[in-house]
């Protein structure tokens, strides 16, 4: 293993990052600046320069202590908790999130992650050879072999993919989208949705579009909304992936969207403890999802009055650790103190704009937006010179191994529409010379890469 690099004067004479981590607050007092005053709340190793957020979370320290004490309350008598008390729990955790998204509280359960919620709601589907499945070339690869395996399997769904290439613009994405779903051979007329449960010769083909809120890779904002409205007008069903919308986007008002399904994780950006993800099904389309992934004690049969039971099926699917479910109020509670949504997410999108321009600038790259600036929230994508190197996993494994073992930092990468791009989550705990550092490590490393991997690329 190679020796960590040296960290830059600005990193090493960074008072707050001394190793001393808090566990507690009062809720009463002043939080800290946001920068690295904040680093003292999340558990990092003393040196470690985050900036890939959005792929796991980042547990605060005050988050995890009130997990500690939750394992510790339900180890003392786990049958009066798992048996009594935990449902009751539950649901004030949901009635929260609930308020949060501006729906009702028996419209979101809670699930492990959000392709768990998204393959609760395609499993769901009663599936005909006519049906179409939408998804997009950046489909997270998970949704995507969902998607593949449901129409590998009897009766074989139609995929119909919608391509995306970044940067573009959020209106060529609309025009290009209700293009895409009107030239699709099971087109239906607006609000027309069929009920899936109860086919019939004469109810057209339905079709279901898995549409990203916010993309994995690149990490950029899709004008989700609208494509969503134009689906609704179009007769197409909507399932929303936003694994990374809840605690990245504010003022999202589920109840005035339209959107058929939408699964968000809470670890990510919201500070729940993983794995911990909320599924949101209006009571309109509550008929559709029939049973829980796994099914379990609270099924109920289609035929029962009491079909389909939804709440009930997801609040007990088997014995599993509800620690993660339960650490949303905490995370919520953290997130006030600090200054609640709008502040936080007001920090990290200008750090990350500003972050992305700087690193930009080390590296003599660009940035991956727009004129009008619509694609960057709190994740931002700055082009990697590596040019003419190929997307290999021993390409992967090397910028992963140096950033890591070398440099002691890390933010995602990944190939896009022939560039390789860098994706750097901005946090409360991050500032700019966090970006500069990145740059530091990425010139290395890109130069190291390129002249082991790289081919010759014309001019």
Not at 33 to 60: D, Q, R, V
Not at 95 to 120: C, W
Not at 152 to 173: A, G, N, R, V
Not at 333 to 360: M, P, Q, S, T
Request: proline fraction near 7%; charge should be negative.
């Amino acid at each position: 293993m190679a020796p960590l690099q040296s960290q830059p004067e600005s990193q090493q004479g960074n008072i707050y990052d001394d190793g001393v981590k808090v566990y507690t607050y009062d809720p009463q007092s002043n939080p800290p600046e946001f920068g690295h005053a904040m680093l003292k709340y999340f558990g990092f190793e003393k040196g470690y320069i985050n900036l890939n957020h959005g792929s796991y979370g980042s547990l605060p320290n005050p988050v995890l202590a009130a997990c500690n004490e939750l394992t510790s309350h339900i180890e003392a008598n786990p049958d009066r908790f798992l048996r009594l008390t935990f449902a009751s729990q539950l649901e004030v955790v949901r009635s929260r999130v609930a308020e949060l998204l501006k729906v009702h509280t028996d419209e979101i359960v809670v699930v492990p992650n959000a392709s768990h919620g998204v393959n609760t709601v395609l499993r769901n589907f009663d599936w005909r050879k006519e049906d179409i499945i939408i998804g997009a070339t950046t489909t997270y690869g998970a949704v995507t072999n969902t998607i593949q395996y449901l129409s590998d399997i009897h009766p074989h769904p139609t995929i119909s993919t919608f391509h995306l290439e970044f940067p573009t613009t959020h209106e060529d994405i609309l025009l290009r989208w209700r293009k895409h779903l009107n030239s699709l051979p099971a087109h239906l007329s607006p609000s027309s949705h069929p009920d899936p449960s109860t086919p019939s010769p004469s109810t057209l083909p339905k079709v279901v579009a898995v549409i990203d809120s916010i993309i994995s890779n690149p990490g950029v904002l899709l004008p989700w909304r609208e494509m969503v409205k134009i689906c609704q007008e179009e007769g197409v069903w909507s399932v929303v992936d936003g694994a990374h919308s809840i605690g990245q986007e504010v003022g999202i008002d589920l109840g005035s969207l339209g959107v058929d399904f939408m699964v968000s994780n809470c670890h990510k950006w919201m500070y729940a403890k993983r794995g911990c993800a909320v599924l949101y099904v209006p009571k309109r389309n509550q008929r559709i999802i029939k049973s829980a992934i796994p099914t379990g004690w609270f099924y109920k049969s289609p035929s029962d009055p009491d079909a389909p039971n939804f709440v009930p099926q997801f609040t007990w699917t088997g014995t599993t650790d509800m620690v993660p479910y339960l650490s949303i109020g905490p995370a919520l509670d953290f997130r006030k103190w600090i200054g609640g949504e709008e502040k936080i997410n007001a920090y990290c999108h200008n750090l990350a704009v500003a972050g992305g321009k700087r690193l930009a600038e080390i590296l003599g790259t660009s940035v991956m937006e727009n004129d009008k600036g619509e694609l960057t929230v709190n994740m931002v994508n700055v082009e990697l010179p590596l040019p003419g190197v190929p997307f290999t996993p021993e390409v992967t494994m090397t910028l992963q191994t140096k950033l890591m073992y070398e440099w002691n930092c890390y933010a995602a990468h990944y190939l896009h529409n022939g560039r390789w791009w860098t994706r750097c989550s901005a946090q409360i705990w991050n500032q700019i010379s966090d970006f500069d550092y990145l740059g530091s490590a990425f010139g290395v490393i890109c130069k190291e890469v390129t002249e082991k991997y790289g081919k010759v690329v014309p001019n």
